[in-house]
């Protein structure tokens, strides 16, 4: 079964991809603009605190998005039960109380906005539960690159449970290569240019900059069914492909894969879409198409609503490794590092070393590594200092240790 694809303005496919697929944004003008509500909602069977986020489509040549604030967001079941959402974000909503999705109960999405519009879903069952049995990566050559290949098979004898789509979350761990405890200080300032003269005092870091750990999200539409499948599981569901030389797998690498099943309906809106994102060629045939979800306005048919509310099962699994559990070498670090050695009593053109000094420090954001005693009295030390992100992890990274770690 395919949903219908009703071809329409440029901006409805865009605003699809944004939203659903985090897709690139695209170097385009719009010509014409309609202001269309964007639903972006999955309620599981997670006993949690579900969220839905509600948007407007934006301008092409925008790179800000639109939320939809002070709307009354609110799901029903057949057995009138009432879950209301309030807004903890712009554009997101948390329902007021923890709730699962409940197999046999059928859930029903409204909306009203704060223009007095009013929009909901058709009514949405649970679908069976299916479960991850292993999370796994293997070492493959994908089109002439080496890396590593995360894979899923799901549990055997999945009945009823033929369409999958997947989220993952990674974390790695990072280890700066040029690390000091403590930060040289430019204190007592004198003169400037060539003539600036000035102490240099340590301080013992406030926080450590050593280890931190990063987070990524997936991007890319996964999709999988069991179409053809005649033993009836999924095996070797290809999650997320990393090369050989990433950093992410230096040190330590963790991917928390999600599987959710879905409904058939669900699932070709996500196929659809996976597919249009794909074809650039539809960004230049004036033929972009607008997919029709399971959400439509109250007020008139003919208005367009972007979006799907689906209701999934769910199974998560987690599983560490680095690039030492493969046969392949170390990665190189995420940046390319260059110690700087400055002689703080070299003061010749064209290299003003005691200026260059004064200004990595204070203003560009290096970091001191270390630095050497002359057994010269007159002389000064020497300092070796480094790139931030060489230096200090936490320039661009935390450094706080996500509580499911392991080392």
């Given amino acids: 079964m395919r949903l219908k694809k009703i071809y329409y303005n440029v901006l409805f496919l865009v605003s699809l991809l944004c939203v659903f697929s985090c897709t690139e944004p ?75 999705a409940i197999e046999g109960l059928s859930y029903k999405l409204s909306i009203s906005t704060s223009d007095g519009s009013s929009y909901s879903s058709n009514e949405e069952f649970l679908p069976p539960k299916a479960e991850i049995k292993n999370l796994y990566g293997e070492l493959v050559n994908l089109n002439g690159k080496i890396g590593i290949q995360v894979l899923v098979d799901s549990n055997e004898n999945l009945g009823d449970a033929n369409f999958f789509r997947y989220e993952y979350e990674e974390t790695y761990k990072i280890v700066v290569p040029f690390y000091n405890e403590y930060n040289a200080l430019i204190t007592n300032v004198i003169g400037s240019g060539k003539d600036i003269e000035y102490d240099i005092e ?163 954001g290096y970091k001191y590594v270390s630095h050497v005693e002359s057994d010269n009295p007159d002389l000064k030390p020497t300092y070796t200092i480094v790139q931030s992100g060489c230096g200090d992890c936490t320039t661009f990274s935390s450094n706080i240790k996500p509580a499911f770690w392991e080392d």
Avoid at 59 to 82: G, M, Y
Avoid at 332 to 342: G, R, W
């Fill in 26 to 100: 695209f170097s385009l003008v719009t010509k014409s603009f309609e202001d269309v509500i964007i639903v972006e909602a999955t309620i599981t069977d997670e006993l949690k605190h579900q969220q839905i986020k509600v948007s407007r489509t934006f301008l092409l040549e925008s790179d800000k998005q639109v939320f939809e604030k002070n709307a009354i967001v609110k799901i029903e079941t057949n057995t009138n039960e009432v879950y209301n959402f309030s807004e903890t974000q712009d554009g997101l909503y948390t329902s007021d109380i923890a709730f699962k």
């Fill in 202 to 364: 340590f301080e013992l870091k406030a926080q450590q900059g050593k280890i931190c750990y990063s987070n990524n999200y997936s991007t890319e539409i996964l999709l999988a069914n069991v179409d053809g499948i005649n033993e009836n599981a999924l095996t070797q569901v290809p999650i997320r492909f990393i090369p050989a030389n990433d950093p992410v797998i230096r040190e330590r690498y963790s991917i928390l894969v999600k599987q959710y099943v879905q409904s058939a309906e669900a699932y070709n809106f996500y196929d659809i879409l996976k597919e249009l994102s794909a074809d650039e060629s539809l960004l230049v045939d004036n033929q972009p198409g607008f997919i029709q979800g399971n959400m439509f306005s109250l007020q008139s048919s003919s208005e367009k609503v972007i979006g799907f509310f689906n209701v999934s099962t769910v199974s998560t699994k987690r599983i560490f490794f680095d690039y030492s559990n493969f046969e392949i070498g170390l990665p190189t670090y995420i940046f390319d590092c260059d110690l700087t050695v400055l002689d703080y009593n070299i003061d010749e053109e064209p290299t003003n070393e005691k200026l260059l000094l004064y200004e990595s420090l204070l203003f560009n």
